[in-house]
C-alpha cells in the first residue's frame, strides 16, 4: 500500500543537528484522517484509498457530503482527496483513521498543493526576464519582453512562448522530501524544505514513489 495523509501547512521554522548545522524545516498538520471510500478496480476501474480531513459544520455541508460520510459514521470534511495505489488495499478498511504514525517507516514523502495567487504578472516577475536597458533610449520599455515570434514565416506566434500572465494559483508537487521527524501526540509532520501554498493551506502527503 502507497502511505498518504491529508494535512495543512503550519509554517516553517529550523531545527538545529548535533553538529550544528541549521536545518530548513516544514511544519505540516498531518491527520487524524478517515478513510472515506475505499476504491476497487471491479468497482470503480481503480485502486485506491479516499480520505478525508478537517471536519465541516453539517449546516455548511451539501446532503451529497453528509450523506457520504453518513456511510462511515463520519462528519463531512473540507478536504477530500484520493490516494491511488497500484493493487488492491487489504490493511485498510472504510471508515478507518489514519494518523501521522503512517509515516513512521517512511524517509521521504510527495507534497501536493496550490501554490500562492500572485495574479497577472509581467514576465520578469514570471518567467524571470532580464528586461532591457534602463537606460538613456529605452523609454519606458525596460520592463518589456520584447519581440515573441518571427516575422514573415510563419506570420504567427509559436506555441510555448513566455508571456505576461497568471502567475500563481495552481497545483504543485515537490518531490522526494525528506521526513525529519513525526510527532504523533501533536500530530506534525516535519519535513526538510519547503512545501506550496501559504500557511494554513491544505495539503496532499504521499508516500514517494521516486527512488
Not at 495567487?117 to 514570471?126: A, H, L
Not at 523609454?139 to 519582453?145: A, F, G, S, V
Not at 520584447?146 to 494559483?169: C, E, H, L, W
Amino acid at each position: 500500500m502507497r502511505v498518504g495523509l491529508l494535512g495543512r501547512k503550519v509554517g516553517m521554522t529550523q531545527i538545529f543537528q548535533e553538529d550544528g548545522t541549521a536545518v530548513p524545516i516544514t511544519v505540516l498538520e498531518c491527520g487524524p484522517c478517515t478513510v472515506l471510500q475505499v476504491r476497487t478496480d471491479d468497482v470503480d476501474g481503480y485502486h485506491a484509498v479516499q480520505l478525508g480531513f478537517d471536519d465541516k459544520k453539517r449546516k455548511n455541508a451539501t446532503q451529497a457530503e453528509r450523506g457520504h460520510a453518513k456511510k462511515v459514521d463520519a462528519e463531512p470534511k473540507r478536504y477530500v482527496r484520493e490516494i491511488r495505489q497500484a493493487g488492491p488495499v487489504v490493511d485498510v478498511q472504510a471508515g478507518a483513521k489514519l494518523t501521522v504514525e503512517v509515516f513512521s517507516e517512511i524517509k521521504n514523502v510527495d507534497v501536493t498543493g496550490v501554490s500562492k495567487g500572485r495574479g497577472f504578472s509581467g514576465v520578469i516577475k514570471r518567467h524571470g526576464f532580464r528586461g532591457l536597458r534602463a537606460t538613456h533610449g529605452v523609454k519606458r520599455m525596460h520592463r518589456h519582453p520584447g519581440s515573441s515570434g518571427p516575422s514573415a514565416d510563419p506570420s504567427r506566434t509559436r506555441k510555448g512562448i513566455r508571456k505576461p500572465g497568471q502567475f500563481g494559483n495552481t497545483q504543485v508537487t515537490v518531490r522526494n522530501l525528506e521526513v525529519v521527524r513525526i510527532d504523533p501526540t501533536n500530530n506534525l509532520l516535519l519535513l526538510r524544505g519547503a512545501v506550496p501554498g501559504p500557511n494554513g493551506g491544505y495539503l496532499t502527503v504521499r508516500q514517494t514513489n521516486k527512488g
